[in-house]
């Protein structure tokens, strides 16, 4: 698997090693240790040392910051690293959470959690803060080439208030500016998911939790900063992926551990702290928290520390896309489209909605939103809006002409 150095990396080097040819990597040396090493952001920080975001993401911070009745997503694994391993997914108060990992009666891992929104929103802070204009820029790729080789403009945008920004090597979010825009836009847009949704989380839980096989959401790209303790990923190859997609209905019918198929070569790799590790679009993978640090666990009712604790894995994540994977996300889509379209026929939609169009057409688009997070309204106003932003911007160049064609 793909190694390279986020101390010295470029988004050039990262366009072409990874974006274009969809593969996946880990970064090492993503995240500093200390507020004077080099993380690959020029003269600007990009991610607080570790030692700051364990400290903030501690469970005796997050106690403090938001209450012992804050709710939290969970997924609760009941057979651990099984093949035959449920889980069940829902929320629990952050008392139940900690309650759980003081007595190890039950393996709860805290995943998908909005941390950076949340954060954002209990201080009141923008989640649009940005650095001063010309400090925003990617790396200089010196003389003037072809459109399509220009390096992006790269807004590096404050998460988590004030946490961390995001590597200029990684190149633009068009899922988070969306995301963003939906908050602050006038625009009668329609959203991903619920109206306020975006697609940055935090991931925390004890040794023995996991994520099975899946590949990301909406088909977009991620990227996972371990921030303390160790994980154990698995990817297929290239060829393997292609024929885990195509025996797994498309990524519908996959087997929850990757071990257990056939016919696909595996990459194993173990991701440090300060390690972020990228997906690219439909890829599968599978994630496996290893060790991690010993954290004293709240009190619940004071919020100060008690004799109970545990080992975490802590880690934060986004998805996101441009236009290395823009078809992706639309071939993903219409998969989900044809996917149910094959469901609803001619008889159930005269059944219920008679000759009414329109509305046969409002339903769809609801059983759409409601099983995928998406239907037609919201992928013609997530490339609106692209459009727009590359027409302001007056580069339409490559990234236009794939946004416009679509």
């Not at 690293?81 to 039950?106: F, H, I, N, P, T």
């Not at 001063?132 to 010196?142: F, H, L, M, N, Q």
């Not at 900063?225 to 025996?247: D, H, M, Q, Y």
């Not at 551990?257 to 993978?285: C, K, M, N, W």
């Amino acid at each position: 698997m793909l190694e390279l150095d986020g101390r010295s990396l470029t988004f050039e080097q990262f366009r072409d090693s990874c974006l274009k040819p969809n593969v996946p990597a880990i970064i090492r040396h993503a995240a500093p240790r200390s507020y004077v090493s080099d993380c690959g952001c020029g003269s600007e920080a990009c991610f607080s040392p570790l030692d700051v975001m364990q400290s903030r993401l501690a469970p005796i911070s997050i106690a403090a910051a938001f209450g012992k009745d804050h709710m939290l997503p969970i997924t609760e694994t009941f057979v651990t690293s099984s093949v035959d391993g449920q889980m069940a997914c829902g929320e629990k108060s952050l008392s139940d959470v900690v309650a759980c990992w003081r007595d190890g009666s039950r393996v709860l891992y805290l995943k998908d959690w909005h941390m950076q929104a949340e954060m954002e929103a209990m201080t009141h802070s923008s989640c649009a803060q940005c650095l001063p204009e010309g400090a925003s820029r990617g790396p200089d790729s010196g003389d003037a080439g072809s459109a399509e080789e220009q390096p992006p403009v790269v807004v590096q945008t404050l998460h988590g208030n004030g946490m961390y920004r995001v590597p200029r090597y990684l190149g633009p979010d068009w899922m988070d500016e969306f995301c963003r825009f939906s908050q602050e836009g006038e625009i009668n847009y329609q959203y991903f998911g619920r109206k306020k949704s975006d697609y940055r989380f935090a991931y925390i839980g004890p040794p023995d939790t996991w994520t099975p096989l899946h590949f990301d959401v909406f088909g977009t790209y991620s990227w996972s900063l371990n921030v303390c303790g160790e994980k154990l990923w698995f990817f297929p190859t290239l060829e393997g992926n292609e024929a885990l997609l195509a025996s797994g209905l498309g990524g519908i019918a996959l087997a929850p551990d990757i071990r257990t198929t056939t016919g696909a070569e595996l990459h194993g790799i173990v991701q440090h702290p300060g390690d972020l590790v990228f997906v690219p679009s439909r890829y599968l993978h599978q994630v496996h928290n290893i060790k991690g640090p010993y954290f004293p666990l709240p009190q619940v009712d004071t919020g100060e520390e008690t004799d109970g604790g545990v080992s975490l894995i802590i880690s934060i994540n986004h998805n996101w896309c441009n236009e290395w994977c823009i078809e992706k996300m639309v071939e993903t889509f219409c998969t989900d489209a044809k996917r149910l379209g094959s469901l609803l026929g001619d008889e159930e939609r005269v059944a219920l909605f008679s000759d009414d169009v329109e509305a046969w057409h409002d339903h769809v688009e609801a059983m759409l939103l409601g099983g995928t997070n998406w239907n037609f309204g919201c992928i013609r106003s997530f490339l609106s809006h692209r459009l727009r932003a590359i027409e302001a911007a007056a580069s339409v160049g490559t990234e236009g002409e794939r946004v416009r064609r679509l």
